[in-house]
């Protein structure tokens, strides 16, 4: 399911799928299929640091059982 996204949004979202998931899978190919939607390597190294950052921070705060605060919980 793509849910209406562009290809672009989809070629991004897969490849964050993959590096979160299984990052020491990631081959040439993965990198060539968001640069032929047309992403640049500034493009795509943004998205593998935002995805690292947001998986490190992620982690820290789970490791140090940080829970959200109580006006941010779900109704």
């Known amino acids: 399911m793509t ?3 562009d290809n672009r949004r989809v070629a991004m979202f897969r490849y964050v799928e993959q590096l979160t998931r ?3 899978d990631i ?3 993965d990198i060539e299929a968001l640069r032929s939607v047309g992403f640049s390597d500034r ?3 943004d998205i593998a ?3 690292a950052y947001f998986a490190y ?3 820290i705060a ?3 059982g940080v829970t959200v605060e109580p006006w941010l ?3």
Do not use: K
């Open 3 to 5: 849910a209406g996204l």
């Open 22 to 24: 299984s990052p020491a």
């Open 27 to 29: 081959e040439p190919a």
């Open 43 to 45: 493009d795509i190294l």
């Open 49 to 51: 640091e935002v995805t």
């Open 57 to 59: 921070v992620n982690r």
């Open 62 to 64: 789970d490791g140090l």
């Open 73 to 75: 919980a779900d109704d």
